[in-house]
């Protein structure tokens, strides 16, 4: 399956959804049947399997739950039942032609993407003198993969994390704006593209829920993760304010309830003692929009004695209790609820890193605390789960969800979402009526051009090192520390993973003949 595929197939979706805006499985409908048609001739007994090999070869759906085809063939009158087996009952050959045609249109605009996009790439990347439109098409799929936005399951490899990858992603984030200050076609193609892996994602989180745009969040308790909460209260970037924000309305619109967890509480706390205490130094855990703002020590202690109060009255998001576990009738706690925590702590820490044991604590205790919130409570459905944990982590919640599924219960919501994909069900359910893709485009887009933590913070230590040696003096290690050109160099430098002395002193050459320049 190429990525051609994947993107056509998205793509395909979205011009779709704009003509059949009932329910998900009616936008469905015509690639399960197209799928049907292209293997089974009429009177044949229907192979679901190789529908589902078809739906994603030619279409890129990775994952489509079996129970899909069989809920479109009990809708459609072209197939019969009989027993167990469905049963093709007249030829479809006029369905495989309107898809074909279809078909082809996204496709061109997929190519049309790609070309564009390769010329632009062959133009700045370093590392590759050449790019093809194939080549192209692959960067464009693994910058959405990066970013956040996946097909299907099948998600943990597609993250994976390589130096190429970050050069790529930049400059196809810089070709995005590019396209988009000109008002271009390629822009609205690959807004196109995000909405249709918003489809996408919404099929397989709950394609089979016929009542996703009816039914509202009104029982549904959202918790909120500490990068989401550090968004939404405006300490991170304008742009990660402005996509927290934009959710966290679209949920209230739907009628959500929202809660973090008291160690979210200590998480925020603790990061706001450290920032204070690390104000302007690269390589300690920043708050960007504090940063821009010049928040000084004693603006920062303001900010932790009203932080929760601004959650609170702003956002209508409350401080939660700690659950307990579900108990019967004599008070004992019932067995059949109880998870096992030592083996999901080993499974994470054998598939993820963490920062430290505390955070690992945390997510543990913020995933073990929606187990119990839902009790008995067993829903595909998210308005009927009854709480989820919401993260920005998208390899967290793809380890617990695949732990879940495997060994608690496989027929119920995950425990938790991640942010774009909540925004994905969410903007369905809102009648596909505001700019939530576009807004997720460009903070992907941002996100891009923004260095890695981990080489922010080597950066870091090689410069307090620096300085301990006497070879930066303090003065040009706090302009080093303050200025943009410095972030922009580690983004650059990332893209080889060449972060050393030499990167500094080129810095700090820099900067002085900047200063020198002024002085003249």
Not at 105 to 128: A, D, F, P, Q, W
Not at 443 to 456: E, H
Request: charged share 25%; with cysteine; hydrophobic share 35%.
């Amino acid at each position: 399956m190429g990525n051609q595929n994947i993107l056509t197939g998205a793509v395909l979706l979205q011009t779709m959804w704009n003509i059949r805006q009932k329910d998900l499985l009616d936008l469905i409908s015509p690639l399960v049947i197209y799928s049907i048609a292209k293997v089974t001739s009429p009177g044949e007994i229907i192979d679901q399997q190789r529908v589902l090999e078809i739906i994603k070869s030619e279409f890129g759906y990775v994952d489509m739950p079996a129970i899909i085809i069989q809920r479109v063939m009990r809708r459609s009158d072209h197939f019969q039942k009989k027993g167990k087996e469905y049963f093709l009952k007249e030829n479809l050959d006029s369905v495989v032609i309107e898809v074909d045609r279809r078909k082809e249109e996204c496709e061109n605009k997929v190519k049309t993407i790609g070309t564009e996009l390769g010329t632009y790439l062959e133009t700045h990347l370093k590392s590759r003198p050449k790019v093809s439109v194939d080549e192209a098409i692959a960067d464009l799929q693994g910058f959405f993969s990066r970013q956040g936005l996946f097909l299907g399951v099948n998600r943990l490899e597609e993250h994976a994390d390589d130096l190429k990858g970050r050069e790529s992603d930049y400059y196809i984030a810089q070709y995005l704006y590019e396209k988009k200050d000109a008002k271009a076609i390629e822009y609205d193609y690959v807004i196109d593209l995000v909405k249709g892996y918003f489809l996408q994602s919404a099929i397989y989180l709950q394609g089979e829920n016929g009542n996703l745009i009816s039914s509202t969040y009104k029982n549904v308790k959202f918790y909120y993760d500490t990068p989401f909460l550090l968004k939404l209260l405006g300490y991170k970037t304008e742009e990660e304010n402005n996509g927290a924000v934009n959710l966290h309305k679209a949920l209230e619109s739907q009628g959500g309830v929202f809660f973090y967890f008291p160690q979210t509480q200590n998480e925020i706390e603790g990061i706001l003692c450290a920032y204070q205490k690390n104000i302007g130094k690269v390589g300690h855990y920043t708050l960007e929009r504090l940063d821009e703002k010049h928040y000084t020590s004693s603006d920062v202690e303001r900010l932790r004695c009203t932080w929760e109060g601004r959650l609170q009255g702003t956002y209508h998001t409350n401080l939660a209790a700690r659950p307990e576990y579900q108990a019967k009738y004599n008070g004992d706690v019932d067995a059949n609820y109880v998870i096992d925590e030592n083996e999901l702590r080993d499974f994470l820490k054998q598939n993820s890193k963490w920062r430290s044991e505390d955070a690992l604590n945390a997510d543990l205790e913020s995933v073990v605390s929606i187990h119990k919130l839902r009790g008995s409570v067993i829903s595909t459905e998210i308005e009927r789960c009854r709480a989820v944990f919401v993260t920005t982590n998208t390899k967290l919640a793809d380890i617990v969800n695949q732990y879940y599924r495997q060994n608690v219960n496989s027929q119920t919501f995950p425990l938790i979402i991640t942010d774009s994909d909540l925004a994905a069900l969410t903007w369905i359910k809102c009648g596909s009526v505001g700019d939530l893709p576009e807004k997720q485009l460009l903070l992907n887009a941002y996100m891009a051009t923004r260095p890695a933590p981990d080489f922010l913070e080597k950066f870091g230590q090689v410069l307090e090192k620096m300085e301990s040696e006497g070879k930066i003096n303090a003065d040009m290690a706090v302009a080093i520390r303050a200025s943009g050109y410095t972030q922009k160099e580690i983004l650059f430098a990332s893209f080889e993973g060449k972060i050393d002395e030499n990167l500094i002193l080129a810095v700090e050459s820099k900067l002085k003949e900047k200063f020198s320049g002024q002085a003249r």
